[in-house]
Protein backbone atom coordinates (compact mmCIF):
# COMPACT_ATOMS: atom_id res chain seq x y z
CA UNK A 1 0.00 0.00 0.00
CA UNK A 2 2.90 2.60 0.82
CA UNK A 3 4.66 1.56 -2.59
CA UNK A 4 1.10 2.44 -4.21
CA UNK A 5 0.86 5.50 -2.63
CA UNK A 6 4.76 6.77 -3.51
CA UNK A 7 4.05 6.07 -7.19
CA UNK A 8 0.78 7.29 -7.19
CA UNK A 9 2.51 10.88 -5.89
CA UNK A 10 4.66 10.49 -8.36
CA UNK A 11 2.38 10.48 -11.21
CA UNK A 12 0.76 13.40 -9.76
CA UNK A 13 3.83 15.52 -9.80
CA UNK A 14 4.53 14.80 -13.42
CA UNK A 15 1.21 15.62 -14.76
CA UNK A 16 1.43 18.78 -12.75
CA UNK A 17 4.43 19.69 -14.07
CA UNK A 18 3.24 18.97 -17.29
CA UNK A 19 0.07 21.30 -17.55
CA UNK A 20 2.51 23.76 -15.82
CA UNK A 21 4.69 23.68 -19.06
CA UNK A 22 1.27 23.25 -21.44
CA UNK A 23 -0.54 25.83 -20.01
CA UNK A 24 3.24 28.13 -20.28
CA UNK A 25 3.41 27.00 -23.99
CA UNK A 26 -0.25 28.31 -24.61
CA UNK A 27 0.37 31.67 -22.68
CA UNK A 28 3.63 32.25 -24.40
CA UNK A 29 2.01 31.12 -28.12
CA UNK A 30 -0.96 33.37 -27.49
CA UNK A 31 1.15 36.77 -26.23
CA UNK A 32 1.34 38.72 -29.94
CA UNK A 33 3.43 42.03 -29.75
CA UNK A 34 2.91 45.13 -32.33
CA UNK A 35 6.33 46.78 -33.29
CA UNK A 36 6.45 48.63 -29.85
CA UNK A 37 6.88 45.94 -27.93
CA UNK A 38 3.37 46.28 -26.93
CA UNK A 39 0.84 42.80 -26.16
CA UNK A 40 -1.99 42.23 -28.73
CA UNK A 41 -4.56 40.51 -26.81
CA UNK A 42 -7.30 41.01 -28.95
CA UNK A 43 -8.46 42.00 -32.78
CA UNK A 44 -9.01 45.29 -32.51
CA UNK A 45 -5.42 45.86 -31.37
CA UNK A 46 -4.54 44.51 -34.49
CA UNK A 47 -2.91 47.51 -36.90
CA UNK A 48 -5.33 48.93 -39.70
CA UNK A 49 -2.47 47.72 -42.50
CA UNK A 50 -3.10 43.92 -41.39
CA UNK A 51 -6.77 44.51 -41.73
CA UNK A 52 -6.19 46.06 -44.73
CA UNK A 53 -4.33 42.97 -46.04
CA UNK A 54 -7.14 41.03 -45.16
CA UNK A 55 -9.85 43.12 -46.80
CA UNK A 56 -7.69 42.73 -49.87
CA UNK A 57 -9.17 38.93 -50.12
CA UNK A 58 -12.39 39.72 -49.34
CA UNK A 59 -15.58 41.07 -51.81
CA UNK A 60 -16.59 44.70 -50.69
CA UNK A 61 -20.11 44.02 -50.12
CA UNK A 62 -18.74 41.35 -47.64
CA UNK A 63 -16.47 43.36 -46.04
CA UNK A 64 -19.24 45.84 -45.57
CA UNK A 65 -21.65 44.09 -44.24
CA UNK A 66 -19.44 42.45 -41.90
CA UNK A 67 -17.60 45.18 -40.65
CA UNK A 68 -19.21 48.34 -40.72
CA UNK A 69 -21.36 48.33 -38.03
CA UNK A 70 -18.91 46.23 -35.86
CA UNK A 71 -17.49 49.51 -33.99
CA UNK A 72 -16.41 52.90 -34.99
CA UNK A 73 -12.83 52.01 -36.27
CA UNK A 74 -13.67 49.27 -38.85
CA UNK A 75 -16.51 51.87 -39.62
CA UNK A 76 -14.07 54.49 -40.10
CA UNK A 77 -11.33 52.43 -41.80
CA UNK A 78 -14.03 50.96 -44.50
CA UNK A 79 -15.77 53.91 -45.13
CA UNK A 80 -13.76 57.01 -44.59
CA UNK A 81 -10.11 55.63 -46.09
CA UNK A 82 -8.93 55.31 -49.73
CA UNK A 83 -9.27 51.34 -49.43
CA UNK A 84 -9.63 49.91 -52.97
CA UNK A 85 -13.47 47.92 -53.23
CA UNK A 86 -13.60 45.00 -55.29
CA UNK A 87 -17.51 43.87 -56.11
CA UNK A 88 -16.96 40.15 -57.23
CA UNK A 89 -20.24 38.27 -57.04
CA UNK A 90 -20.74 35.25 -58.77
CA UNK A 91 -23.24 32.83 -59.20
CA UNK A 92 -23.30 31.32 -56.66
CA UNK A 93 -22.95 34.13 -54.44
CA UNK A 94 -25.07 36.70 -52.66
CA UNK A 95 -26.98 39.17 -55.10
CA UNK A 96 -25.83 43.26 -54.80
CA UNK A 97 -28.86 44.52 -53.00
CA UNK A 98 -30.55 47.61 -53.07
CA UNK A 99 -29.08 48.54 -50.22
CA UNK A 100 -25.07 47.64 -51.20
CA UNK A 101 -25.99 50.06 -54.29
CA UNK A 102 -27.63 52.56 -52.41
CA UNK A 103 -24.84 52.34 -49.31
CA UNK A 104 -21.64 51.06 -50.87
CA UNK A 105 -21.87 51.43 -54.61
CA UNK A 106 -22.80 54.48 -55.44
CA UNK A 107 -21.02 56.83 -52.45
CA UNK A 108 -17.75 55.04 -52.90
CA UNK A 109 -18.07 54.31 -57.13
CA UNK A 110 -14.80 56.44 -57.16
CA UNK A 111 -12.72 53.60 -54.67
CA UNK A 112 -13.94 50.70 -56.92
CA UNK A 113 -11.21 48.91 -58.70
CA UNK A 114 -12.88 46.04 -59.79
CA UNK A 115 -16.56 45.01 -60.62
CA UNK A 116 -17.36 41.35 -61.54
CA UNK A 117 -20.95 40.67 -61.77
CA UNK A 118 -23.54 38.43 -63.46
CA UNK A 119 -27.20 39.09 -65.05
CA UNK A 120 -28.82 37.87 -61.59
CA UNK A 121 -26.39 40.63 -59.27
CA UNK A 122 -27.77 43.69 -60.99
CA UNK A 123 -31.09 42.72 -62.51
CA UNK A 124 -32.43 42.34 -59.31
CA UNK A 125 -32.43 46.15 -58.38
CA UNK A 126 -32.06 49.64 -60.44
CA UNK A 127 -28.69 49.33 -60.97
CA UNK A 128 -28.13 49.10 -64.66
CA UNK A 129 -24.65 48.98 -66.40
CA UNK A 130 -25.49 52.41 -68.33
CA UNK A 131 -24.71 54.30 -64.23
CA UNK A 132 -20.63 52.71 -64.95
CA UNK A 133 -19.01 55.98 -66.19
CA UNK A 134 -16.40 58.21 -65.47
CA UNK A 135 -17.42 58.60 -61.96
CA UNK A 136 -15.84 55.04 -61.16
CA UNK A 137 -12.40 56.45 -61.70
CA UNK A 138 -10.53 53.73 -60.27
CA UNK A 139 -12.33 50.87 -61.76
CA UNK A 140 -9.31 48.82 -63.48
CA UNK A 141 -11.07 45.50 -63.86
CA UNK A 142 -14.89 44.85 -65.09
CA UNK A 143 -16.13 41.10 -65.94
CA UNK A 144 -19.57 40.67 -66.66
CA UNK A 145 -20.99 37.17 -67.06
CA UNK A 146 -24.50 36.24 -68.78
CA UNK A 147 -24.95 39.94 -70.59
CA UNK A 148 -28.06 39.97 -72.94
CA UNK A 149 -26.80 41.72 -76.05
CA UNK A 150 -29.41 44.63 -75.84
CA UNK A 151 -28.12 45.58 -72.42
CA UNK A 152 -24.46 44.95 -73.40
CA UNK A 153 -25.02 47.72 -76.93
CA UNK A 154 -26.62 50.51 -74.57
CA UNK A 155 -23.13 49.67 -71.94
CA UNK A 156 -20.79 50.04 -74.02
CA UNK A 157 -20.07 53.54 -74.98
CA UNK A 158 -19.56 54.19 -71.21
CA UNK A 159 -16.59 52.07 -71.33
CA UNK A 160 -14.78 54.94 -73.48
CA UNK A 161 -15.05 57.09 -70.14
CA UNK A 162 -13.16 54.62 -67.80
CA UNK A 163 -9.32 56.41 -67.63
CA UNK A 164 -8.04 53.36 -65.68
CA UNK A 165 -9.74 50.00 -67.75
CA UNK A 166 -6.85 47.57 -68.16
CA UNK A 167 -9.54 44.74 -67.90
CA UNK A 168 -12.57 43.58 -69.49
CA UNK A 169 -14.36 40.63 -69.64
CA UNK A 170 -17.75 39.72 -71.12
CA UNK A 171 -19.95 36.54 -71.69
CA UNK A 172 -22.79 37.26 -73.64
CA UNK A 173 -26.09 35.28 -72.18
CA UNK A 174 -27.48 35.10 -75.73
CA UNK A 175 -24.04 32.89 -77.12
CA UNK A 176 -21.71 34.11 -80.12
CA UNK A 177 -24.91 34.43 -82.03
CA UNK A 178 -24.76 38.22 -82.13
CA UNK A 179 -21.24 38.74 -80.93
CA UNK A 180 -20.11 39.39 -84.63
CA UNK A 181 -22.62 42.71 -84.69
CA UNK A 182 -21.20 43.44 -81.71
CA UNK A 183 -17.62 43.63 -82.83
CA UNK A 184 -18.84 45.72 -86.04
Excluded: A, W
Amino acid sequence: IILSDISMNQVKRQLNEHMSSDEKTKKLRNLKFDKNGTKITCIEHLSNEIFYEIFDYLDGCDIFDTFSNLNIRFKCLILYSSLPIKIHRSISSNQITEYHYQKLIIPYRHRIISFHINDKSYMSFSFSLHMIDESFSRLESLVLYKIQYDILIYFLPNLITLPRLFSLKIGLNDGLRNFSKLMV
